[in-house]
């Protein structure tokens, strides 16, 4: 099933002004950090627009998140990993809810779902580095493997994060849709 379009499509300024708000939500959430390692809300964020708005949607808030908070995190090798694993992401999400159009209708599955892009996140992370920094063999599964702890805490982190993002960020969109028929979806309580 694909993102159902809106009823009234927003102006280009409106959906600049979205985007430059999603993107600096997603950019302090990346920036402060909490005591648990690669646990924040970014992954469920990409997720729910790409399964609210669909892809472009994700990809451009993937893209301009992941500049802007690099300007201040750092840019490095890990860059262009990071947007292909996010991306990859994304891609997975439309897949799955293209294939299993009952996703969108139960909270319990895209939960799982978000979850489980906490490890795929990781291993392409783990496997792009591997590319660019010449890894083969056994240096990439050492590499992946001593990774995994960060993943198991990234997937923990989008488990427990999911709800909590979707109901606020239904409600936004829904707020920005003016009437919110588009953003309905996506399930509301199981």
Same mark, same amino acid.
């Given at each position: 099933?694909?993102?159902?379009?809106?009823?009234?499509?927003?102006?280009?300024?409106?959906? +600049?002004?979205? !985007?430059? $708000?999603?993107?600096? *939500?997603? &950019?302090?959430?990346? =920036? /402060?950090?909490?005591?648990?390692?690669? #646990?924040?809300?970014?992954?469920?964020?990409?997720?729910?627009?790409?399964?609210?708005?669909?892809?472009?949607?994700?990809?451009?808030?993937?893209?301009?998140?992941?500049? +802007?908070?690099? !300007?201040? $995190?750092?840019?490095? *090798?890990? &860059?262009?990993?990071? =947007? /292909?694993?996010?991306?990859?992401?994304? #891609?997975?999400?439309?897949?799955?809810?293209?294939?299993?159009?009952?996703?969108?209708?139960?909270?319990?599955?895209?939960?799982?779902?978000?979850?489980?892009?906490?490890?795929?996140?990781?291993?392409?992370?783990?496997?792009?580095?591997?590319?660019?920094?010449?890894?083969?063999?056994?240096?990439?599964?050492?590499?992946?493997?001593?990774?995994?702890?960060?993943?198991?805490?990234?997937?923990?982190?989008?488990?427990?994060?999911?709800?909590?993002?979707?109901?606020?960020?239904?409600?936004?969109?829904?707020?920005?849709?003016?009437?919110?028929?588009?953003?309905?979806?996506?399930?509301?309580?199981?």
């Amino acid at each position: 099933m694909k993102p159902q379009p809106s009823a009234t499509k927003p102006s280009p300024v409106r959906a +600049v002004a979205l !985007l430059g $708000l999603l993107t600096a *939500l997603c &950019t302090v959430l990346r =920036i /402060v950090k909490v005591p648990i390692p690669n #646990v924040q809300p970014v992954t469920d964020i990409l997720m729910i627009v790409t399964l609210l708005l669909g892809f472009r949607w994700g990809f451009s808030l993937t893209m301009s998140t992941l500049i +802007v908070s690099n !300007l201040f $995190l750092g840019f490095g *090798l890990w &860059t262009l990993p990071q =947007i /292909v694993a996010y991306a990859c992401c994304m #891609v997975i999400v439309i897949v799955m809810v293209t294939i299993l159009p009952v996703i969108r209708r139960r909270i319990w599955l895209q939960i799982g779902l978000a979850g489980l892009l906490g490890y795929l996140y990781g291993f392409i992370v783990s496997l792009g580095m591997a590319v660019i920094g010449s890894l083969n063999g056994l240096g990439f599964w050492a590499y992946y493997v001593s990774g995994l702890p960060f993943d198991t805490y990234h997937a923990i982190g989008n488990l427990v994060f999911y709800p909590i993002v979707l109901a606020i960020l239904r409600q936004g969109l829904q707020r920005f849709d003016r009437g919110g028929a588009h953003f309905e979806t996506l399930h509301k309580s199981r």
